[in-house]
């Protein structure tokens, strides 16, 4: 009852700073009686947790893959180790001794860091079971992909049982040279096996990041090893990439077979996991002996990384007594475009630096790197970020935005050097970019500040900014000794796209540095100004210096169940220190004061959802500087919301049943108004056919007590389901877990007919359900020479040659049969061969018959 595992692994992904969530992955022997619905979960805080199967997936060969998910919040930072054990590994593995009654567990360990910011663990894209010859080299490679970005290693280990602790007298398979895991690519080699049976190994691997070790994932696989004579396919030498983000890779190859045998081959790496809509892998010919494939991949700006994509390529033959396979790999580096078009505009004390943010327009920030005078530098084909050498020092950082003002941190730059900058955009990974071109510029001196840009008055039409600046100094050291003019433009929007003047006025002493924009929108719509000065002498009228700019403080309101979260959101010189959040009083009508921030958000909890409330923001900051004014302070707009419940239901729990013979799948789930929700009204049923499909909706089911559907599947009963519960608010919940139906595959071929005439088992006919899609039906005599050859599936021979109507003589024939058939990965070559005897003789039937 509990001899049933084969391999597994544990993954992690970080949902929280402290939260995670891990998804545990076993195979097992479909054949046990042995079945876990649950497995504990030991968290390494002395902690331990319920897993709950969330997916089941059943492969050929008797193995079923488990998919179980839970989260776990732990208490802070440090070292965990999760285990996850279960009763008991399989019958027979040679190098565990007495293997049936050892317990099967997996471990993986986190660093727990907010130094080191979040962290996922890599998935493992190529699963962990496989099969070797003797005397042939065997290779496996888990196509680890790391969602972070972060760098990968691997070792070979040791199997572990009960409490993550290793298996005593575990041997490592003999090799007749040697057996090891390539630390870089993580194949693992075994060259070669020296005896046949059932092996079990496992490999560690690491994860990296700014040099120190963060993580790693321990994978256990099985491996069965098979006497044969068959030899594995070849596969091409293949060649590393390096392009920009945007850019494809696009290439042809063919893989042989020494036997002659049909080559079916499989990709997998990062770009399949990020997103399969843009990364292609097709069949272009294929014939005995040899198979061609077209790999392209259309990279976007998400896919730029520091570390490269690996991509495992798995060629498998179809040989009758033992497939076999040959991995290969190669690595893709995709390097994140540069920011255009930099310009650098001095100013008084501080650099106003623009640029375009090129082909990607919305990646996390830009890093802006100054030094004193030109560098010249240009980069390599393959190089990203600012090198040391140049002399560039990081400065400073945006979030998004493409305009940075430097000011040397509040201290101002000095007047008469010449500084240089370049700027490279920041991925998720924390990866730089392709550098900008570098510009640079001189200060200017006596250049407006601008101080306040306040909303005094919130309305749709009657909306009311109050603007002023600093008034310039050192003047006279340009020279500009006037007399001035002020010209005050706005841009809709907190970037200043879009400018129009909206007011002028001359001034001899420069002492009116306040304006009121009014009659405008300040309800809906943020505003960016922009303060020129010029010099306004006739014949020698110019722009003084870099023109002051900065926009309103502006509140988003986003509202949900009994609160309401404030995005606070500005483009400023100064810096903000701090947000005091108001909220309107019901009884009163004032606004009081209900919390402080410093962040650029803010959260109003213990409300009542369906009240409306309204709320206005006071920032605080300044320019840090001697003879600036401090505090900077400035109101939003009033901003208000009504919270509303939008918490969905509680999934449903699914099973699905396929009725091989009646060709449908039952599908029943349970009614969550009975355990966790109690305003359930729907459900939505979705299917897809192959697992790398995206979900349709298959039904809306109006009443919660309908919990049975049955499917009648057009092309294949392989496919996979999911559903979700509707609330009386039209909250959806999340799909329940995701259940795959892969069994019902037949397709036999009887041993025996009799052409003989009479109208009684005159043909052969394949025994067959509709979702083969066709064959490749080959019938040899004796001396190996084709006497018939189909498509259909049925096979329908009336046993005479091809192209005549004589019958061939009685005997025993041999066929070889390629089936295609619809599978969760699509249409799938089964290989099968066999013998027929063809019986002509008057009166003869079938012995089955009899």
Known sequence: MATHNRAGEITCRQISDFTYEITLTTFTYTLSAADRPQLEVQWGDNTTSIANRQSIVYLPNFYKRNTYIVRHTYPGPGVYQIVVQDPNRNFGVKNIPNSVNVIFSVQTTLLINPKIGKNSTPVLLNPPIDKAALGHIFIHNPSA??????????????????????????????????????????????????????YNLAMNI??????????????????????????????????????????????????????????????????????????????????????????????ECEDARQQPYQVVIKSEDDNADLKMVTISNFHIRVLGPPPENLDVIPGGNSMRL????????????????????????????????????TGYVAVGQTKGDTVYIDNNNGQGLMQGTDYCYMVVGLYRDGSESVPSNEDCGILVNGTPVITNVSVTQTGVSDGRIFLSWMKPRSLDTIPANGP???????????????????????????NDTTYTDTLINTRDVSYTYKVELYNDVPGNRFLIGDPGVASSLFVFPEPNDNRVTLHIRKNVPWINTGYTIYRQNKVSGLFDSIGFTSDTLFTDTGLTNGVN????????????????????????????????????????????????????????????????????????????????????????LSSPEDTTYIHFPENSLSGCYAITAVDSFDNVSPYSPIVCVDSCTFYEIPNVFTPNGDNINDLLKARVIKFVEKVDMQ????????????????????????????????????YLCDVYETRLTGVEVRNISGFIHVITEKGAVNPGEK
């Open 206 to 299: 690491y994860e990296w990041r700014d040099g120190i070790r963060i993580g790693n994932i321990e994978r256990d696989m099985q491996v069965e090893v098979y006497n044969t004579d068959n030899n594995p396919p070849v596969n091409p030498d293949f060649k590393d990439y390096c392009i920009m983000a945007g850019d494809s890779v696009q290439f042809e190859f063919t893989v042989t077979d020494p036997d002659f045998d049909s080559v079916h081959v499989e990709a997998s790496g990062g770009m399949f996991f990020i997103d399969s809509s843009r990364v292609t892998f097709t069949r272009l010919a294929a014939d005995t002996g040899f198979s061609t494939y077209a790999f392209s991949w259309v990279t």
């Open 779 to 814: 019938i040899f005599n004796r001396n190996g020479k084709l006497v018939y050859r189909t498509q259909d599936p049925e096979i329908n021979w009336n046993g005479k040659y091809m192209g005549n109507k004589q019958l061939v003589p009685p005997g025993v024939y041999y």
């Open 145 to 198: 992909f790391d969602p972070d970005g972060d760098s990968l290693s691997y070792e070979l280990t040791v199997c572990r049982k009960e409490k993550g602790e290793p298996i005593e007298n575990y041997t490592f398979p003999e090799a007749s040279d040697t057996l090891y895991v390539d630390p870089v690519t993580g194949d693992l080699v075994w060259d070669s096996p020296v005896d046949s049976g059932i």
């Open 484 to 510: 001035y003019e002020y010209l005050i433009y706005r841009s809709p929007g907190l970037w200043g796209k879009n400018y129009t003047l909206i007011h002028t006025f001359k001034t001899a002493d420069l």
């Open 613 to 700: 409330y309204c709320y206005f923001v006071e920032s605080s900051g300044s320019y840090n500087r001697p003879g600036f004014p401090e505090p900077i302070l400035n109101h939003s707009q009033i901003a208000c919301a009504v919270p509303v419940d939008l918490t969905p239901p509680c999934p449903p729990e699914l099973h699905v049943t396929s009725v091989c013979d009646s060709l449908y799948n039952a599908l029943v789930w349970n009614n969550p108004n009975n355990s966790c929700t109690d305003d359930v009204v729907a459900y939505r049923l979705y299917y897809k056919n192959f697992l790398k499909d995206p979900f349709q909706e298959l039904a809306y």
């Open 354 to 389: 623009t640029w375009s943010p090129g082909p990607c327009d919305s990646i996390p920030g830009y890093r802006i790197y100054r030094k004193m005078g030109f560098s010249g530098y240009q980069p390599d084909s393959c190089a990203s970020g600012v090198p040391a050498f």
